[in-house]
């Protein structure tokens, strides 16, 4: 039998969490079936693809600028091109212009990583393959949802995770338990994520703030949603990794790019 929820619930749960959104994501956090999940999804998209064609200035997922967005790729190119590995794969999210890799490589060097990324829409997709044949980018595209690859990906395979998400930190807790758990990246590998600063409680989402001993209250007190992340990411991450920092910075809305190191 499925869980009480309500449709408003999951529908404010899609609208936080858009564009990283899929019907097993729904499934987990509310407990309901797979046609229930993608029936909201569908009623979602359909609402929203109304209200877009009747505002010329409304555009899907683009988070390429904004307030100190520069600032905070600076940052992920950085602390990659400090560590010890300056080889090897990197899983990421490139979206359609490659930003932050084609950065990453100016820098480091274009023949030192090979880029895995992930798109999940299509239309974004087939923008990147344009990105990386034109630019011939050492990136290997992947049409699908990164969370199969966190969830699966074995021991040590990336020397650094790029995963510029800007969603809700309840969207991917559970990638984010899995990938600290698995060891995914190998010692002295760096995780840049991107987050949106807002913890939405709806839903099944309550266990998150359960793990974070519950220091988001309703108003969301910035301080104590940023405190919040750090108890959360402590306790998935264990003893194995060091939360290096938590920069915020703003592009369409508030956010963070937390910064995690394997050191042992």
Not at 186 to 203: E, P, S
Not at 240 to 246: A, M, V
């Amino acid at each position: 039998m499925e869980n009480t929820v309500t449709k408003k619930e999951i529908q404010e749960f899609i609208a936080s969490n858009d564009y990283y959104i899929t019907a097993k994501k729904i499934m987990r956090k509310f407990g309901v079936s797979h046609q229930k999940a993608s029936s909201n999804i569908n009623a979602f998209r359909k609402k929203k693809s109304s209200n877009n064609s009747n505002n010329e200035n409304s555009a899907k997922f683009h988070n390429e600028n904004g307030n100190a967005k520069q600032q905070a790729r600076m940052k992920m190119i950085k602390y990659i091109d400090r560590s010890n590995l300056r080889t090897g794969k990197i899983l990421t999210l490139p979206f359609s212009k490659c930003i932050i890799e084609k950065e990453l490589m100016y820098v480091v060097g274009k023949n030192n990583f090979e880029f895995i990324g992930y798109e999940r829409d299509k239309e974004t997709y087939w923008d990147m393959m344009k990105t990386i044949l034109n630019d011939k980018l050492p990136i290997y595209p992947v049409l699908g949802d990164i969370s199969e690859e966190i969830q699966t990906a074995y021991e040590d395979k990336y020397s650094h995770l790029i995963l510029d998400y800007c969603c809700q930190l309840n969207t991917i807790a559970d990638d984010m338990i899995s990938l600290f758990n698995g060891n995914i990246m190998k010692v002295g590998g760096i995780a840049l994520l991107t987050l949106n600063k807002r913890i939405c409680k709806v839903g099944n989402a309550d266990k998150i703030y359960n793990q974070m001993n519950q220091l988001v209250k309703r108003d969301e007190n910035e301080l104590e949603t940023i405190h919040a992340m750090k108890v959360f990411f402590s306790k998935v991450c264990g003893f194995n990794y060091s939360i290096e920092e938590i920069f915020e910075y703003h592009d369409t809305a508030s956010m963070v790019l937390i910064v995690i190191k394997r050191i042992r």
